[in-house]
């Protein structure tokens, strides 16, 4: 025992190895697939249009919109995509190169200050955007991608001309084609009726691809004229692919299938076209007079070297070891052709030899910039960045070691240009979460723990790494308490400008960030779980695909955050998905991904780089045994409680008459609707009237009102208590802000009634919701209704007869829709057009009805409580043209189930144009845009109610002083006494 002591203490001694990741082919396959899918990024937007830039974001919603702004950041970060897609064979060695010099042109012409490019340029002219900023981050980030990608591209001469993953690549897209066509198949349902043949050939001409793919990828082809042949075959049944889908484009429910169609067809050509430029004996020759030497796949380098300057004729015999003699005409003639064939296969790649060492070269030069002016040599840290177009060095600086700065102080030690006290001087604050020690961050962000890691090697007992997993299992920790799935980091939040685009700010784990208030947000980054696959590659692929199955991903692969904060969520909504991809987020994952995938490339490409090898030393810093503890009790407890959520008010109402009308205001600048609980209504547009309204607060029966008529009894009441003034069993008004509701329920029908003013467009959606609670079969009417004004409302009160005489009416009946404008009184006179349009959604439309008479739809000595058009069975009149007293009334009749929910919609709008209308007309039969209204109702109020001093509150006690201003208000008018004087 005592002589093998020190071989125990040697054993023990032994630094605790960890368990490799091991992920299944399945997690594995996934991984593969949202890497092609994020790539898509990068493929659809960095091109010719943004100078070969990436725009900062592509927004789907609330509006879509690209942000035609870039950042080095971004731009380091698009370089090195480039590589990452060659490294997953997404795109060839051509396309790489070709990428990356178009994006090396254009900086070579963007302005620039002692090296370094702004902090933001406008893509399309490329002008720094005001105030002109260098960022030091951004700065040593696109510094450090430089470094990184230039000895990648150096090695690529090292590699076969054909990328081993060309095929890995190519199956990897038709996999993301095959993963739509199952979700086209699983569709609950077509716009069009789609004939059988239709969906057969477009499967057959997949499953052909699929087969040939796995045969191609199982044989290994090794031979420049085998993988030469199966290229050609894949290029041809991708093609079929293209053509089974254009046969009929409209038909299939996935509306992604054509587009990665065409991509798998291109990234076929592109792989078969490279090694047709490398190797043009291929398809100039014969394979019979192809021998082995030619036949294997070289290198680059290797095919810039090889030459067939020899004796006899262009030194065929170098090749089969044959004299001139030997060879017949037409064979002396095929060795001519062989012999320029292989010269000009060898000079495309010396050429891109050539490429590949002017890009390495400018990469390099690129990353040299000034940092000295960023520098303070006392402190020895670096400022945030400096206001060139004020001359102003920012006064903060960066102090933290756990922070996006360690890559650009990293950078600036390895050049000389620090000295590496800036290293040590950069804090190592403690802190204590879950148990394990990790370095204090300033927000407590993924962002700031692993973003350097992207590049920057990690060594195992080193304090950085111990943060790392550190970092991690908070995170896991504390979404596990919030019950959502985990990764925070900076990133866009459910708040949007008053351009409707998301707003972007950084949110962190509480207890790991020096900044207070992490735990009153609560937002997930599903690329902070990407980048945690560089850490834990098996726990971060599981929370990324529940995320997945949560649907959480959209066609560019992860949207950018799902918030779960309350405040920021609409009613009964339990979060909203930020749907937008940013250009440094798609790329900090399609790296992370590949780091797992392939093994560290980027880490191996930084570690090669002599400048760096030199300073790896810092990274290597022990986990300290003492130190100075951050206290954040404070935050740790917020994590146990989190806040408690926020209200919004709300006013609800439940009588069916006030002595005071409850009004409320929806508007979006242009358009305005009052309605008040009672259900009378009126509609503004600019400075018209769009439909009939007095100022009465007894009777309060002027607007536009929806009617429900049971059929077999011939009973009927209205969706709100006007104009029928029929007392409902149960009756509820909810007024909040940018949104009007009604519920009530009569005879075994429940309506629920919505009222919104969409923000994108000048219309007022009225929703009905039609619920059958009764165990038969039950045929309603629905008929809306409304007097047309379309004309100031003093000039309508003082001749209302006068007013009702220009007004021409016009039933669209395929449309289902009513289109109203006023005769001009001048030639040159441009008048507006009405449009009212009715839609029914879920159920069976029996009979639509029409009518813009309003003595034919009220008759004789009838009011709007009981109108001829209500008491009588028949359909609408159908009365069009000159009207003498002109309405829009619109009839639907449907069958309810028991239980089953319709849902009709009557939109009202107004327009410049006849042809500006029939495009609303035409847009709102779609139920998507529909209910987009609805959202962004919502999400405009939210952007009204963040100008200060906005707020709920303030917004519902303006609209409760609205209704004193509308209607008159007995209790506020002052005594008779006080008056008389």
Same mark, same amino acid.
């Given at each position: 025992?005592?002589?093998?002591?020190?071989?125990?203490?040697?054993?023990?001694?032994?630094?605790?190895?960890?368990?490799?990741?091991?992920?299944?082919?399945?997690?594995?396959?996934?991984?593969?697939?949202?890497?092609?899918?994020?790539?898509?990024?990068?493929?659809?937007?960095?091109?010719?249009?943004?100078?070969?830039?990436?725009?900062?974001?592509?927004?789907?919603?609330?509006?879509?919109?690209?942000?035609?702004?870039?950042?080095?950041?971004?731009?380091?970060?698009?370089?090195?995509?480039?590589?990452?897609?060659?490294?997953?064979?997404?795109?060839?060695?051509?396309?790489?190169?070709?990428?990356?010099?178009?994006?090396?042109?254009?900086?070579?012409?963007?302005?620039?200050?002692?090296?370094?490019?702004?902090?933001?340029?406008?893509?399309?002219?490329?002008?720094?955007?005001?105030?002109?900023?260098?960022?030091?981050?951004?700065?040593?980030?696109?510094?450090?991608?430089?470094?990184?990608?230039?000895?990648?591209?150096?090695?690529?001469?090292?590699?076969?001309?054909?990328?081993?993953?060309?095929?890995?690549?190519?199956?990897?897209?038709?996999?993301?084609?095959?993963?739509?066509?199952?979700?086209?198949?699983?569709?609950?349902?077509?716009?069009?009726?789609?004939?059988?043949?239709?969906?057969?050939?477009?499967?057959?001409?997949?499953?052909?691809?699929?087969?040939?793919?796995?045969?191609?990828?199982?044989?290994?082809?090794?031979?420049?004229?085998?993988?030469?042949?199966?290229?050609?075959?894949?290029?041809?049944?991708?093609?079929?692919?293209?053509?089974?889908?254009?046969?009929?484009?409209?038909?299939?429910?996935?509306?992604?299938?054509?587009?990665?169609?065409?991509?798998?067809?291109?990234?076929?050509?592109?792989?078969?076209?490279?090694?047709?430029?490398?190797?043009?004996?291929?398809?100039?020759?014969?394979?019979?007079?192809?021998?082995?030497?030619?036949?294997?796949?070289?290198?680059?380098?290797?095919?810039? %070297?090889?030459?067939?300057?020899?004796? %006899?004729?262009?030194?065929?015999?170098?090749?089969?070891?044959?004299?001139?003699?030997?060879?017949?005409?037409?064979?002396?003639?095929?060795?001519?052709?062989?012999?320029?064939?292989?010269?000009?296969?060898?000079?495309?790649?010396?050429?891109?030899?050539?490429?590949?060492?002017?890009?390495?070269?400018?990469? /390099?030069?690129?990353?040299?910039?000034?940092?000295?002016?960023?520098?303070?040599?006392?402190?020895?840290?670096?400022?945030?960045?400096?206001?060139?177009?004020?001359?102003?060095?920012?006064?903060?600086?960066?102090?933290?070691?756990?922070?996006?700065?360690?890559?650009?102080?990293?950078?600036?030690?390895?050049?000389?240009?620090?000295?590496?006290?800036?290293?040590?001087?950069?804090?190592?604050?403690?802190?204590?979460?879950?148990?394990?020690?990790?370095?204090?961050?300033?927000?407590?962000?993924?962002?700031?723990?692993?973003?350097?890691?992207?590049?920057?090697?990690?060594?195992?007992?080193?304090?950085?790494?111990?943060?790392?997993?550190?970092?991690?299992?908070?995170?896991?920790?504390?979404?596990?308490?919030?019950?959502?799935?985990?990764?925070?980091?900076?990133?866009?939040?459910?708040?949007?400008?008053?351009?409707?685009?998301?707003?972007?700010?950084?949110?962190?784990?509480?207890?790991?960030?020096?900044?207070?208030?992490?735990?009153?947000?609560?937002?997930?980054?599903?690329?902070?779980?990407?980048?945690?696959?560089?850490?834990?590659?098996?726990?971060?692929?599981?929370?990324?695909?529940?995320?997945?199955?949560?649907?959480?991903?959209?066609?560019?692969?992860?949207?950018?955050?799902?918030?779960?904060?309350?405040?920021?969520?609409?009613?009964?909504?339990?979060?909203?998905?930020?749907?937008?991809?940013?250009?440094?987020?798609?790329?900090?994952?399609?790296?992370?991904?590949?780091?797992?995938?392939?093994?560290?490339?980027?880490?191996?490409?930084?570690?090669?780089?002599?400048?760096?090898?030199?300073?790896?030393?810092?990274?290597?810093? @022990?986990?300290?045994?003492?130190?100075?503890?951050?206290?954040?009790?404070?935050?740790?407890?917020?994590?146990?409680?989190?806040?408690?959520?926020?209200?919004?008010?709300?006013?609800?109402?439940?009588?069916?008459?006030?002595?005071?009308?409850?009004?409320?205001?929806?508007?979006?600048?242009?358009?305005?609707?009052?309605?008040?609980?009672?259900?009378?209504?009126?509609?503004?547009?600019?400075?018209?009237?769009?439909?009939?309204?007095?100022?009465?607060?007894?009777?309060?029966?002027?607007?536009?009102?929806?009617?429900?008529?049971?059929?077999?009894?011939?009973?009927?009441?209205?969706?709100?208590?006007?104009?029928?003034?029929?007392?409902?069993?149960?009756?509820?008004?909810?007024?909040?802000?940018?949104?009007?509701?009604? /519920?009530?329920?009569?005879? %075994?029908?429940?309506?629920?009634?919505?009222?919104?003013?969409?923000?994108?467009?000048?219309?007022?959606?009225?929703?009905?919701?039609?619920?059958?609670?009764?165990?038969?079969?039950?045929?309603?009417?629905?008929?809306?209704?409304?007097?047309?004004?379309?004309?100031?409302?003093?000039?309508?009160?003082?001749?209302?007869?006068?007013?009702?005489?220009?007004?021409?009416?016009?039933?669209?009946?395929?449309?289902?829709?009513?289109?109203?404008?006023? @005769?001009?009184?001048?030639?040159?006179?441009?008048?507006?057009?009405?449009?009212?349009?009715?839609?029914?959604?879920?159920?069976?439309?029996?009979?639509?009805?029409?009518?813009?008479?309003?003595?034919?739809?009220?008759?004789?000595?009838?009011?709007?409580?009981?109108?001829?058009?209500?008491?009588?069975?028949?359909?609408?009149?159908?009365?069009?043209?000159?009207?003498?007293?002109?309405?829009?009334?619109? /009839?639907?009749?449907?069958?309810?189930?028991?239980?089953?929910?319709?849902?009709?919609?009557?939109?009202?709008?107004?327009?410049?144009?006849?042809?500006?209308?029939?495009?609303?007309?035409?847009?709102?039969?779609?139920?998507?845009?529909?209910?987009?209204?609805?959202?962004?109702?919502?999400?405009?109020?939210?952007?009204?109610?963040?100008?200060?001093?906005?707020?709920?509150?303030?917004?519902?006690?303006?609209?409760?002083?609205?209704?004193?201003?509308?209607?008159?208000?007995?209790?506020?008018?002052?005594?008779?006494?006080?008056?008389?004087?």
């Amino acid at each position: 025992l005592w002589g093998a002591a020190p071989l125990i203490a040697w054993w023990i001694s032994l630094p605790v190895e960890r368990a490799s990741a091991e992920l299944s082919d399945v997690q594995t396959h996934f991984l593969h697939i949202l890497a092609r899918k994020t790539w898509g990024f990068f493929e659809d937007f960095v091109g010719a249009p943004d100078n070969w830039l990436p725009p900062d974001n592509m927004q789907e919603h609330p509006v879509r919109v690209v942000a035609h702004r870039t950042s080095p950041t971004n731009m380091g970060m698009s370089l090195l995509a480039n590589l990452t897609a060659w490294d997953f064979g997404f795109v060839s060695l051509g396309q790489l190169l070709a990428r990356t010099s178009a994006t090396f042109a254009t900086m070579e012409r963007m302005a620039r200050h002692h090296g370094h490019f702004y902090n933001w340029y406008d893509t399309l002219t490329l002008i720094p955007l005001q105030p002109m900023y260098v960022s030091a981050v951004d700065s040593g980030n696109l510094a450090g991608h430089l470094l990184t990608l230039a000895p990648g591209l150096v090695a690529l001469g090292e590699q076969p001309i054909v990328s081993a993953q060309t095929l890995d690549g190519i199956a990897i897209t038709l996999d993301v084609l095959i993963g739509h066509r199952a979700d086209a198949g699983a569709g609950a349902g077509t716009p069009v009726p789609v004939p059988a043949q239709v969906h057969a050939q477009v499967d057959a001409a997949i499953n052909i691809m699929h087969a040939q793919l796995a045969e191609e990828r199982r044989a290994a082809r090794t031979t420049l004229p085998a993988l030469h042949q199966a290229l050609s075959a894949l290029c041809v049944a991708a093609d079929a692919i293209v053509a089974a889908l254009a046969r009929a484009p409209t038909s299939l429910a996935e509306p992604q299938l054509p587009g990665w169609a065409a991509k798998l067809a291109a990234q076929c050509r592109n792989a078969r076209d490279e090694l047709r430029e490398l190797a043009p004996w291929l398809t100039a020759l014969p394979d019979g007079v192809i021998d082995s030497r030619l036949s294997t796949i070289p290198t680059l380098r290797e095919l810039a %070297g090889l030459s067939l300057a020899g004796s %006899g004729i262009n030194g065929i015999n170098d090749i089969g070891g044959i004299t001139d003699s030997d060879l017949a005409p037409a064979e002396r003639t095929r060795g001519h052709a062989l012999a320029l064939t292989v010269a000009a296969g060898s000079a495309a790649a010396q050429r891109r030899l050539d490429q590949i060492g002017v890009l390495a070269a400018q990469a /390099r030069s690129f990353a040299e910039m000034d940092f000295g002016f960023l520098y303070n040599s006392t402190t020895n840290l670096l400022a945030i960045g400096c206001n060139v177009s004020e001359r102003r060095l920012d006064a903060s600086c960066y102090d933290l070691l756990a922070s996006e700065i360690r890559l650009c102080s990293f950078v600036g030690i390895a050049q000389g240009q620090f000295p590496q006290e800036h290293w040590f001087a950069l804090g190592r604050q403690l802190c204590i979460v879950g148990g394990e020690q990790l370095l204090l961050s300033w927000s407590g962000s993924m962002f700031e723990y692993l973003m350097p890691l992207l590049v920057m090697p990690t060594y195992p007992n080193t304090l950085l790494d111990q943060t790392y997993r550190a970092i991690i299992k908070a995170q896991i920790d504390y979404a596990r308490q919030r019950g959502v799935p985990w990764g925070i980091s900076e990133s866009g939040y459910n708040i949007v400008d008053a351009n409707l685009n998301y707003q972007y700010r950084a949110f962190g784990v509480p207890g790991t960030g020096m900044k207070r208030g992490l735990a009153d947000d609560l937002v997930v980054a599903p690329y902070a779980t990407m980048l945690a696959l560089m850490v834990d590659a098996e726990a971060a692929c599981d929370n990324l695909q529940r995320m997945a199955a949560l649907g959480f991903m959209g066609k560019y692969g992860f949207y950018e955050a799902i918030d779960y904060t309350s405040a920021r969520l609409p009613r009964n909504q339990d979060f909203a998905v930020i749907r937008s991809f940013m250009a440094h987020h798609q790329g900090m994952g399609l790296l992370a991904l590949s780091y797992v995938l392939h093994n560290r490339p980027m880490q191996r490409r930084f570690e090669s780089d002599p400048l760096f090898q030199a300073t790896m030393l810092v990274l290597q810093e @022990r986990v300290p045994k003492s130190g100075a503890f951050h206290s954040n009790s404070a935050e740790l407890a917020a994590m146990r409680a989190p806040a408690p959520e926020t209200v919004m008010p709300m006013r609800i109402i439940t009588q069916t008459s006030t002595a005071q009308p409850e009004v409320q205001l929806l508007s979006n600048g242009r358009y305005h609707v009052m309605v008040t609980a009672a259900g009378g209504s009126y509609s503004r547009w600019k400075d018209l009237a769009v439909t009939r309204w007095r100022e009465d607060a007894t009777a309060d029966n002027w607007g536009t009102f929806c009617y429900v008529r049971d059929v077999d009894s011939g009973l009927f009441w209205s969706t709100a208590f006007q104009p029928t003034l029929v007392e409902p069993k149960k009756y509820e008004v909810i007024f909040s802000e940018g949104r009007a509701e009604f /519920r009530r329920h009569d005879r %075994g029908l429940d309506l629920y009634t919505e009222i919104v003013v969409s923000p994108e467009d000048d219309i007022e959606l009225r929703r009905t919701r039609i619920t059958n609670r009764s165990n038969v079969q039950r045929t309603v009417e629905f008929t809306s209704y409304a007097e047309v004004v379309m004309a100031p409302a003093a000039a309508d009160a003082a001749h209302p007869a006068f007013s009702k005489l220009f007004v021409q009416t016009e039933i669209l009946r395929n449309e289902n829709a009513i289109l109203c404008t006023r @005769r001009p009184r001048t030639k040159d006179e441009q008048m507006p057009w009405l449009l009212n349009l009715m839609t029914v959604h879920d159920g069976v439309l029996l009979d639509a009805s029409f009518e813009t008479s309003r003595s034919e739809f009220l008759g004789r000595t009838n009011s709007t409580v009981a109108p001829r058009a209500m008491l009588d069975a028949e359909p609408l009149g159908g009365g069009e043209g000159s009207v003498l007293d002109p309405i829009v009334a619109i /009839r639907y009749k449907v069958i309810l189930e028991p239980d089953q929910v319709v849902t009709l919609d009557v939109v009202t709008g107004m327009t410049e144009t006849r042809e500006a209308a029939l495009h609303l007309i035409d847009k709102y039969q779609d139920r998507h845009l529909a209910d987009r209204v609805f959202e962004l109702a919502w999400t405009h109020s939210q952007v009204v109610l963040r100008h200060p001093p906005a707020s709920e509150p303030h917004a519902q006690l303006y609209t409760r002083l609205a209704s004193s201003i509308i209607y008159p208000n007995a209790a506020l008018r002052a005594d008779a006494a006080i008056l008389i004087r």
